[in-house]
C-alpha cells in the first residue's frame, strides 16, 4: 500500500514570499489533516478536511495560511506571505473514517524562510 | 484543553536494558492515548494507542505502553531495547469530545549505545 505523498521535500524561500505544498492521502483515506512541527516541537495541528469539507481549522492562521481538498483527495496547503517564524516542517497525515485516531504521517516538507 | 507532558528531553539507555519513556497528560473525560516514532527524514509512524479495556497495550517493534488513570500517565516501555530503536517518540492525547484532534507532546529522543 503507497503511503502518503508529500511535495517538495525541502523548500527555501524569502520572508514575504508564497510558498504551497501538496499532499496526496493513502487511496480511500477521507480524513486529511495538515501539521506544522517547529524544531524541538510536537507537530500542531492546522487544518482537517473530512473529504473535501472543513472539519477543524482553529489553528490555522487564517490571515497567511490557506488550505483546500477541491476533490476530496490530494490538498495543498499555502502561505502567503510566509514570515520566518514560518519555519517548521509541514506533515500531511490521512486515515479512515472507522479508525480516524490512527493518522498515518507523510515525510513532511521542510520549509526554510530566510 | 487537552495537553501532554514528555519530561524527558533525551532518554539513554543500553542495548538490552528496558527502557520507558515517559508521558503524562491532561484532558477532559476519558482519554484516547497514542504514541508515535519519528526516524530521521522520515514521517511519524503510529506504535500503539489506549481507546479502552486493558491498561497494557501492545504495539508495533515489541513496545508496550501502560495506562495509569490516577497517575495520568501513559509510559512507553520495552523489555529490551535494540540499537535501531533510536528515534524520537511523540506521546498523543485525544480528548473524548476532542473530535479528532490530537494534541502532541514535544518529544523524547531515545539513544541506545551498543
Known amino acids: 500500500e503507497a503511503g502518503v505523498a508529500q511535495s517538495p521535500r525541502y523548500k527555501i524561500i524569502e520572508k514575504r514570499q508564497s510558498v504551497a505544498f501538496w499532499c496526496n492521502p493513502i487511496s480511500g483515506h477521507a480524513t486529511l489533516y495538515w501539521y506544522q512541527q517547529i524544531l524541538g516541537q510536537g507537530p500542531k495541528l492546522l487544518i482537517q478536511?473530512?473529504?473535501?469539507?472543513?472539519?477543524?481549522d482553529s489553528q490555522l492562521p487564517k490571515d497567511r495560511f490557506s488550505a483546500e481538498r477541491l476533490k476530496g483527495v490530494d490538498s495543498t496547503l499555502k502561505i502567503q506571505p510566509a514570515k520566518l517564524e514560518d519555519s517548521a516542517v509541514y506533515l500531511c497525515?490521512?486515515?479512515?473514517?472507522?479508525?480516524?485516531?490512527?493518522?498515518?504521517f507523510g515525510p513532511g516538507t521542510r520549509l526554510t524562510v530566510t | 484543553a487537552q495537553s501532554v507532558a514528555q519530561p524527558e528531553d533525551q532518554v539513554n539507555v543500553a542495548e538490552g536494558n528496558p527502557l520507558t519513556v515517559k508521558c503524562t497528560y491532561s484532558v477532559s473525560g476519558n482519554p484516547y492515548l497514542f504514541w508515535y516514532v519519528q526516524y530521521p527524514n522520515r514521517g511519524l509512524q503510529f506504535l500503539l494507542k489506549?481507546?479502552?479495556?486493558?491498561?497494557l497495550v501492545k504495539g508495533s517493534y515489541g513496545f508496550e505502553a501502560e495506562f495509569n488513570k490516577s497517575q495520568t500517565s501513559f509510559h512507553l516501555k520495552k523489555p529490551s531495547a535494540l540499537v535501531s530503536d533510536s528515534a524520537l517518540y511523540f506521546c498523543?492525547?485525544?480528548?473524548?469530545?476532542?473530535?479528532?484532534?490530537?494534541?502532541f507532546g514535544g518529544g523524547t529522543r531515545l539513544m541506545v549505545k551498543p
Open positions: 497525515a490521512s486515515s479512515l473514517p472507522r479508525t480516524p485516531y490512527e493518522q498515518y
Open positions: 498523543a492525547v485525544r480528548g473524548y469530545n476532542a473530535g479528532n484532534m490530537l494534541t
Open positions: 478536511f473530512q473529504n473535501n469539507g472543513v472539519v477543524d
Open positions: 489506549y481507546i479502552t479495556g486493558d491498561n
